[in-house]
């Protein structure tokens, strides 16, 4: 198993500002997954982090609007920028492991006033 | 991806078996079927996987019949600590990111 850090863990932020979301896991992984969670929703997958590449957005994400960084096997970050109340949600990073399964971190809740 | 298919909500109450079953009739031969659960405020937490038949860990028990276009998870003698969000995940071991459905809310009553 891996145990996964996310900070902040929660945020409320003006409309128009970006906020940056650190997940930190305490060992080295090559796949690193975020995903969002609107309020009483299921989980969508927002892009696939891998380190030394560029992230793989899905339908609906775009590089400009959530910019990912992946420096090394252990770190990411997600940025919402330019933020509007729509993206209120939970953000929340996975790593995978063995099996192909994957372990989550406590996610960010983030309201956009 | 395959498509899956769950209860919206079920209510047990503690000490009963509960049983969570999910479609999957478009599953692919090489895909896997995962179970995840969610407590409130939480990330989802890996539950158990199967191909095919049944298997069993400290937690629960997966069954997936031959066909493999359904699976059932069944939790023992559940307790107030179980209710949750559970879902069930269709996937290749080609693609690595989850696809999640709209889950299955558990609520166990005293």
């Known amino acids: 198993s891996a145990v996964i850090s996310q900070k902040p863990s929660r945020d409320i932020c003006q409309r128009g500002t970006s906020l940056t979301i650190q997940c930190q896991v305490d060992?080295?992984?090559?796949?690193m997954f975020w995903y969002r969670q609107q309020p009483g929703q299921s989980l969508t997958l927002i892009a696939t982090?891998?380190?030394?590449?560029?992230?793989?957005?899905e339908s609906g994400f775009v590089i400009d609007k959530f910019p990912i960084s992946r420096p090394n096997l252990t770190f990411s970050t997600l940025t919402v920028s330019n933020m509007s109340p729509e993206d209120s949600s939970i953000y929340l990073c996975?790593?995978?492991?063995?099996?192909?399964?994957?372990?989550f971190g406590p996610g960010t809740r983030l309201l956009v006033l | 991806l395959a498509k899956t298919t769950q209860p919206i909500s079920m209510d047990s109450y503690e000490g009963q078996e509960v049983n969570i079953t999910c479609s999957h009739n478009n599953i692919a031969t090489n895909d896997y079927i995962t179970w995840y659960q969610q407590f409130p405020s939480q990330g989802p937490r890996f539950i158990i996987q199967g191909y095919k038949t049944k298997v069993t860990n400290e937690v629960a028990s997966l069954f997936i019949p031959a066909d493999r276009k359904s699976s059932t998870l069944s939790l023992p003698r559940v307790s107030l600590s179980d209710t949750a969000v559970y879902y069930c995940?269709?996937?290749?071991?080609?693609?690595?990111?989850?696809?999640f459905g709209s889950g299955t809310r558990l609520q166990v009553q005293p």
């Open positions: 995940l269709v996937g290749g071991r080609g693609r690595r990111a989850l696809t």
């Open positions: 060992s080295q992984v090559t796949m």
């Open positions: 996975s790593v995978e492991m063995d099996r192909e399964t994957q372990y």
């Open positions: 982090a891998n380190q030394g590449s560029e992230a793989t957005y």
